[in-house]
Structures are given as C-alpha cells and as structure tokens.
C-alpha cells in the first residue's frame, strides 16, 4: 500500500500506553512509510503541570518500544527525547506531517505558526479524534492514574 507521506512527526509523554496512544501512532505508521516519536523527557513533562505523576522516561521509553516490536514497527521509528513543544518539528525537510489528537491540534496548529514566522513551509496536520472510554468519555492518562478507567477505557469504579 502506498502511504501518504514519508516521514510524520508524532510526540507525547505516552505514559500509561492506552489505547489512545496506541491509535495515534498506529495511524501515524497508517499514513507514512516512517514516524519520529518525540518521547517527552523527565524535565520537559514536570513542565507540563499534570495533575498527577509521570512514570520515569525510560519505563515510558521501554513501553512504547514494546508496542511498536509487538506490530513490528520498530524498523519505521525513531525515538527522540522531546525537550519542548517543538522537537524536530522546527526543522526543515525532516517531517512532511504532524499527527495529533483532537485535544492537541492546537498545539499543531501554533507549531506551523512558528514554521511560518521561519519562513518553513506549514506541516501537513493529520488529526484523529479521542478515543473514548466505556463511558464514552475520552481515554486519558489522567482518568487512568484516578482508578476510573484502564488502559482500555473500561469503567473500574462509577464516575
């Protein structure tokens, strides 16, 4: 099958790998012959003001190489420490696309605008919509450390 681009962009802390993680970057391998995963560094997630703990880097580093060995898509990734909101994706000719949530396409969105005040060509956005839980509610990483949900999205006590 033909795919669309080259080589994506795609970035989280991907803590708690669910099943919302796991459909973002699937699609990201769906679109593209490549992906560069920007995994979010200690540093950079601490700035992120989560209302909960992050697990260590290298736990988060060592699942996210599980699920992609487990569809065989080590081969079409690079893994790359993410510093800031930007990574790579500031850079000329390295990504044709950026993947996003629905939750994150403004993030997307301000990217291009620091592209476009560098005089880069706007990356591609390719966005996917949340996924949600049992209760039809999106999937988080979040709901997930509250004990209201796996990483599956199904119900583990009344909301």
């Given at each position: 099958m033909a795919r669309k681009?080259?080589?994506?962009?795609?970035?989280?802390?991907?803590?708690?790998?669910?099943?919302?993680?796991?459909?973002?970057?699937?699609?990201?391998?769906?679109?593209?012959?490549?992906?560069?995963?920007?995994?979010?560094?200690?540093?950079?997630?601490?700035?992120?003001?989560?209302?909960?703990?992050?697990?260590?880097y290298l736990q988060r580093l060592r699942d996210l190489k599980a699920f992609l060995d487990s569809h065989s898509l080590s081969e079409r990734t690079t893994i790359v420490p993410l510093n800031d909101a930007y990574g790579v994706t500031l850079s000329e000719g390295c990504v044709e696309a950026i993947i996003v949530s629905s939750e994150t396409e403004s993030m997307a969105k301000a990217i291009n605008q620091e592209r476009e005040s560098r005089g880069l060509r706007p990356l591609d956005i390719v966005v996917i919509d949340m996924v949600p839980s049992q209760d039809h509610s999106p999937?988080?990483?979040?709901?997930?450390?509250?004990?209201?949900?796996?990483?599956?999205?199904?119900l583990l006590k009344k909301c």
């Open positions: 681009y080259r080589t994506v962009a795609v970035g989280g802390t991907f803590d708690e790998l669910h099943k919302g993680h796991r459909a973002l970057l699937l699609k990201a391998f769906d679109v593209s012959e490549k992906a560069l995963i920007g995994l979010c560094t200690d540093e950079f997630a601490k700035k992120l003001n989560k209302p909960h703990s992050i697990a260590p999937i988080s990483t979040t709901r997930i450390y509250l004990g209201e949900i796996d990483r599956e999205g199904r």
